[in-house]
């Protein structure tokens, strides 16, 4: 399944299409995970928070989430960088939701209670390649600072 996956986010399109909803999904949960082990320590507590967020979003189950989240390992593993993978999200998704996006990845980044420079470094990194800038991933950083 995760090759199929991997092979539609990765063939260059030139006309390209929205992600089937399954796969945009799988796309940001790859993104979250990618920043959780951005700081080479992928804990417990970051995987509960993916779970938690994924469940938010998309209105699954936490066996769903888990599984979705499983997927998402996967995915990461495979992608060979994140300016590919970003790209393609960035032309599929609009801006409103990847602002949503780099909130979900502050709130994994703040699940273990430690603010890494890897972590800020990842997320910088995919806001600039999403489109975000620099204030909009401040505010979303506030937002869910301020909520914990």
Do not use: C
Request: charged content about 30%.
């Amino acid at each position: 399944m995760f090759r199929n996956l991997l092979d539609r986010l990765f063939t260059e399109d030139p006309a390209p299409r929205p992600l089937a909803t399954d796969d945009a999904e799988v796309a940001v949960a790859a993104l979250l995970v990618r920043v959780a082990r951005a700081d080479d320590h992928y804990h417990a507590s970051e995987r509960m928070r993916i779970d938690q967020v994924l469940g938010q979003l998309h209105g699954l189950g936490p066996i769903d989430a888990a599984e979705r989240r499983a997927v998402a390992e996967m995915i990461e593993a495979e992608a060979p960088d994140t300016v590919r993978f970003t790209r393609l999200i960035k032309s599929r998704v609009s801006l409103e939701d990847r602002m949503g996006i780099i909130g979900a990845m502050w709130e994994i980044s703040l699940a273990d209670d430690r603010r890494t420079a890897q972590e800020e470094a990842a997320i910088r990194l995919v806001a600039g390649l999403l489109g975000v800038t620099d204030r909009e991933s401040a505010i979303q950083r506030q937002r869910v600072a301020g909520g914990r």
